[in-house]
C-alpha cells in the first residue's frame, strides 16, 4: 500500500507519466504531473531532426502541440499538472544538470508530495539525468515515499535489471510494488491510452499510436526504493 496525501508524479517529457503509470494516476485524484522538460525554446527556428520529421516547422510549434495533448490526458486522468519549463536538449548546446537538481528540489517542495514516482530512467540520457537527480534529492525529502516507475521506452533487453542492479550497487533497494490490489490499473490506463491516441490532427499520430499499441499490452511496473543505511 502506498502512503494516503498527495503524490506527485516526475515526468522527464510529455507524456511519460501518463503512459508510464497513468492506471495509478486515474486512481488518486490528489495526484499532480510535474513534467521537467517542458520549455520552449528561445530561437523561433530551433528545432530538432524529429520535429521536423514529424511535420512540425519548429521547436516551438512541437513543444506546443505536446503541451496540448499532455494537458488533454492529464485532464481525462483527472489529476493536475505542473510544468518546470526547462529546455530538452534537443533545443540547448549544453546541458544544465546543476539546474535540473535545484530546480526539481523547488518544485517538489512547493508541492508537497507525501509520494514521489520517479522514472527509473532508462529511456534517453534526459531520462537518466531526471532519475539520477530525483535520487539526490531524496536527502532532502527523507519522510516522502519514493517509488521508481518503469518507463514506456524500446530499451535494450535487460536494461530494467541493469538499471536496478545499478541502484543496488549503491545501496538502493528497489522492492517491487503491486498496486493492482488497491487500484483498476489496467482500466484505468486502458482510459488514457484511448484517449490519447483518439486525439484529433496529431502530426505525431502515427508514432504516437506505435507507442500506444507497445504500452497497452504491457503491465505498469513500480518499485518501492530504500536506502541500505535507513531503518526499515
Known amino acids: 500500500m502506498l502512503r494516503e496525501g498527495r503524490l506527485v508524479a ?26 521537467v522538460y517542458s520549455g ?33 490526458a492529464l485532464s481525462l486522468l483527472g489529476v493536475r499538472g505542473e510544468q518546470m519549463d526547462l529546455l530538452h536538449d534537443e533545443y540547448l548546446e549544453s546541458g544544465g544538470e546543476g539546474r535540473l537538481t535545484g530546480a526539481l528540489a523547488a518544485a517538489l517542495s512547493a508541492l508537497r508530495p507525501r509520494v514521489v514516482l520517479m522514472p527509473l530512467g532508462l529511456r ?18 527523507q519522510r516522502v515515499e519514493w517509488v521508481t516507475y518503469e518507463e514506456v521506452a524500446e530499451a535494450e533487453p535487460g536494461a530494467v535489471q541493469e538499471r536496478l542492479a545499478e541502484l543496488l550497487g549503491r545501496r538502493i533497494l528497489a522492492s517491487p510494488l503491486d498496486v493492482g490490489a488497491e487500484v483498476d490499473v489496467d482500466r484505468a490506463r486502458q482510459r488514457a491510452l484511448d484517449a490519447r491516441s483518439s486525439l484529433a490532427l496529431d502530426p505525431l499520430g502515427a508514432q504516437l499510436d506505435t507507442a500506444l499499441r507497445a ?6 511496473r513500480y518499485w518501492r526504493l530504500s536506502w541500505r543505511r535507513d531503518k526499515v
Open 215 to 220: 504500452s497497452a499490452s504491457r503491465p505498469e
Open 40 to 72: 520552449l525554446p528561445l530561437e523561433p527556428e530551433s528545432g530538432s531532426a524529429a520535429d521536423r520529421d514529424c511535420g512540425f516547422k519548429n521547436g516551438r510549434q512541437a513543444v506546443l502541440d505536446r503541451r496540448a495533448r499532455n494537458v488533454r
Open 10 to 35: 516526475v515526468s522527464p517529457c510529455f507524456n511519460d507519466a501518463v503512459v508510464g503509470c497513468a492506471g495509478l494516476l486515474a486512481a488518486r485524484p490528489d495526484s499532480n504531473v510535474l513534467t
Open 124 to 141: 534517453s540520457a534526459a531520462h537518466v539525468r531526471v532519475s539520477e537527480a530525483c535520487l539526490t534529492l531524496r536527502a532532502l525529502f
